[in-house]
């Protein structure tokens, strides 16, 4: 008979995060002269391996920022909390364990299910400038104008059917930035609890691949 393993013992931290200011260059993530280079493609649910989410809109866009403007964000990313900047470094750069959130201001460490470090960056300002850099791509401008509709369902949530209408702000994105980074072996496991309808938001995710 095999025996039963141990249940995983999590360790709940009480948490605050708080950043220290970063100069942000005017000229960094600029209006594209020619947006064109952005590749849109998107995605469709219904044809892959995962179906259940065929409702949801989500593109792949390519191009959106160049290997140049990635380097700075990162850099300013690692500045934000104390990192490149002289004296005593944090360490690792200021990357920490990520953890899942807990509710009430805890979160826990549960390396079982998420194993990555973090970096949590609160900028309205850097939050904006991603934005206006998608609405460059083919499409975004038109699509995220007015979200009214069945379509936006999964973003707006039952609304939509009573003639709810939405429209996103200028700065489109939450101001709170969270960078994770994978190294080997490292993982973040799916939503197992979580209905596809259960999660309604805009997101936008950068993956860099080194």
């Given at each position: 008979?095999?025996?039963?393993k141990?249940?995983?013992q999590h360790q709940f931290f009480k948490v605050e995060y708080t950043n220290v200011p970063v100069e942000i260059p005017e000229a960094?993530?600029?209006?594209?002269?020619?947006?064109?280079?952005?590749?849109?493609?998107?995605?469709?649910?219904?044809?892959?391996?995962?179906?259940?989410?065929?409702?949801?809109?989500?593109?792949?866009?390519?191009?959106?920022l160049s290997k140049e403007e990635y380097d700075q964000l990162l850099v300013m990313t690692e500045k934000s909390v104390g990192a490149h900047r002289g004296g005593d470094e944090p360490e690792n750069n200021g990357w920490r364990p990520a953890m899942v959130n807990a509710g009430r201001d805890y979160e826990v460490l549960a390396?079982?299910?998420?194993?990555?470090?973090?970096?949590?960056w609160d900028?309205?300002?850097?939050?904006?400038?991603?934005?206006?850099r998608v609405m460059q791509a083919e499409g975004m401008k038109e699509y995220f104008s007015v979200l009214q509709g069945e379509e936006y369902e999964a973003a707006c949530g039952e609304s939509v059917y009573g003639g709810g209408r939405?429209?996103?702000?200028r700065q489109?994105?939450?101001?709170?930035?969270?960078?994770?980074?994978?190294g080997p072996g490292q993982f973040f496991r799916g939503m197992l609890c979580?209905?596809?309808?259960?999660?309604?938001?805009?997101?936008l995710t950068l993956i860099r691949t080194l």
């Open positions: 008979m095999r025996a039963k141990a249940p995983v960094f993530l600029a209006p594209l002269p020619d947006p064109s280079i952005i590749k849109v493609s998107k995605i469709n649910f219904e044809n892959s391996p995962l179906p259940e989410y065929k409702s949801n809109y989500a593109v792949v866009l390519d191009n959106i390396l079982d299910y998420r194993n990555s470090d973090r970096i949590i900028s309205h300002e850097v939050a904006q400038k991603l934005w206006d939405w429209k996103v702000t489109g994105l939450n101001e709170r930035l969270r960078f994770l980074k994978y979580c209905s596809p309808r259960s999660r309604r938001n805009i997101q």
